[in-house]
């Protein structure tokens, strides 16, 4: 039989056979690769308990995120979305891939003189070998782009993509949703058989078969100037948000609530009394970049 991670990998790609499923499935191994994607999807978090107040963490993004599971979970997870990231990507040895880390922005000049803007958390992967004449980009995350004209410009992401000839937007695709901010230009969004086209100054979000339009006053993404913005948002998400600006983890096990409006990236207390108060609740910092949120 093949080794587990080819095997991880074809069974993403649907192509396992038979007799490779029917011997994982026997051996125990099938169960763990569920729990294991399941695990990295969801991360699910146990409620922390640390007495001694964390103070090392007002204003300094640390580089190492901290999750409270055991060595064998942990190389099973990272594994796991290594070959979730690599099958999605399709990636190839011609392939450019570009990554920011949690707490990290990442820059990326194309070819064309396009630029790419990664927020944190987020990658993306394209083709060099015909670039002037096939321009697509794989994304995961969120990214704002200045593109150069010319050939068609096209964002691939798990929920829609976005086309545009020259122009500059935004697009995030976390969360099971895809939004999208259009800056200059006009873009055209394509998702689940549908369309829809932007012009300066209109955004959409879209998520499962539900699509809201919005107008935006800005000229470019909010989050290049330092500030997340949310529109009715669910409330885990806003803590996965700033987990991810702030490299850490969020303890929140409240009542399930949406959030509109934003928080700061350059103060972590800052940023957790913009989320909580208008919500009522409270928080305190704990040690290892844990985050406890509640009424």
Same mark, same amino acid.
């Given at each position: ?178 939004? !999208? ?82 928080? !700061? ?25 844990? !985050?406890?949120?509640?009424?």
């Amino acid at each position: 039989m093949p080794d587990q991670d080819t095997l991880y990998a074809r069974w993403l790609n649907g192509d396992i056979s038979p007799e490779e499923e029917k011997a994982l499935r026997s051996s125990g191994e099938w169960a763990e690769l569920d729990a294991i994607i399941n695990a990295a999807n969801s991360f699910t978090l146990p409620r922390y308990d640390h007495d001694d107040a964390y103070k090392a963490l007002k204003s300094k993004k640390k580089d190492t995120r901290v999750l409270p599971l055991n060595a064998k979970w942990i190389m099973g997870i990272a594994a796991s979305v290594s070959v979730l990231v690599a099958a999605y990507f399709v990636l190839t040895p011609t392939h450019t891939l570009i990554s920011a880390a949690y707490a990290e922005n990442q820059i990326h000049h194309t070819s064309d003189e396009s630029i790419i803007v990664l927020n944190d958390g987020s990658s993306i992967s394209y083709a060099e070998s015909d670039w002037k004449n096939e321009r697509i980009v794989n994304l995961i995350g969120e990214a704002s782009f200045d593109v150069t004209e010319g050939s068609p410009f096209i964002v691939q992401t798990a929920y829609g993509q976005v086309e545009v000839l020259g122009t500059t937007f935004n697009v995030r695709s976390w969360d099971n949703a895809i939004s !999208v901010e259009c800056y200059t230009g006009r873009v055209k969004v394509t998702y689940g058989g549908k369309e829809a086209v932007l012009a300066k100054g209109k955004g959409v979000k879209i998520a499962g078969n539900n699509s809201t339009s919005f107008n935006i006053d800005h000229n470019s993404a909010k989050w290049q100037s330092g500030l997340s913005i949310f529109r009715s948002e669910r409330i885990e998400n806003v803590f996965i948000e700033l987990g991810r600006q702030y490299n850490v983890v969020v303890d929140y096990e409240g009542d399930r609530m949406r959030f509109s409006g934003g928080f !700061v990236h350059d103060d972590i207390n800052n940023a957790l009394y913009q989320i909580t108060g208008p919500l009522g609740l409270s928080y305190e910092i704990k040690p290892d970049n844990i !985050v406890r949120v509640f009424k």
